[in-house]
């Protein structure tokens, strides 16, 4: 069957790169663990400064939590639950939880 009108190849401009969805890796207060245990474990998990674990350490310490960095979902609940054992195997409560970024 023809038609006048000249069909095209289907084309978009969107590129097929989608990107895997990024989650958050959050650091929890808690009124035992001492800072500088947390400083040790952020920058031991996370290849992180002494600078910038003692940041993100005050952070969480004076609003309550604070975001350490995002990746993909498995890398993110990898790090979260080994940077929580570590605090754990020293008996102390420090948590680390992981949310998806909105
Ligand atoms: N609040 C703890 C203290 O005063 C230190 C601390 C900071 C613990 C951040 C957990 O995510 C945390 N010793």
Do not use: W, Y
């Not at 023809?2 to 969107?14: A, C, F, I, L, V």
């Not at 650091?27 to 245990?37: A, C």
């Not at 969480?60 to 939590?65: I, P, Q, R, V």
């Amino acid at each position: 069957m023809s038609t006048d009108t000249p069909t095209r190849p289907k084309t978009s401009t969107r590129p097929k790169v989608a990107r895997p969805p990024l989650h958050k890796v959050i650091l929890v207060n808690d009124d035992f663990t001492p800072r500088e245990f947390v400083v040790r474990v952020l920058k031991a998990e996370f290849r992180i400064t002494e600078d910038q674990a003692n940041r993100i350490m005050v952070t969480a310490h004076t609003k309550g939590s604070c975001v350490v960095a995002v990746f993909t979902r498995e890398v993110a609940e990898t790090k979260s639950k080994r940077a929580t054992e570590m605090a754990r195997s020293e008996g102390f409560p420090l948590l680390f939880t992981t949310e998806p970024e909105e």
